[in-house]
């Protein structure tokens, strides 16, 4: 897939697997949006902690308070 979209040869394939083009706009759209929120959380110098604890926490403050500041 390039800049403009699906290569003509990926779109036939697609619509033989039963993908609407609407399903196909949607997805990429889709990736698009991931790629844009990595560059920018890349930009930002953010980090994914390896540490297992620190996923914990978060779930208990998520479970507790739900995703209210």
Request: aromatic residues 10%; negative net charge.
């Amino acid at each position: 897939m390039g800049q403009a979209g699906p290569a003509p040869p990926d779109r036939p394939r697609w619509s033989v697997e039963g993908a609407t083009d609407l399903e196909i706009h949607d997805t990429v759209l889709i990736a698009a949006a991931f790629c844009m929120f990595n560059r920018y959380v890349d930009g930002l110098g953010m980090f994914a902690p390896t540490e297992p604890a620190a996923y914990e926490e978060s779930a208990r403050h998520i479970v507790a308070g739900g995703y209210r500041a």
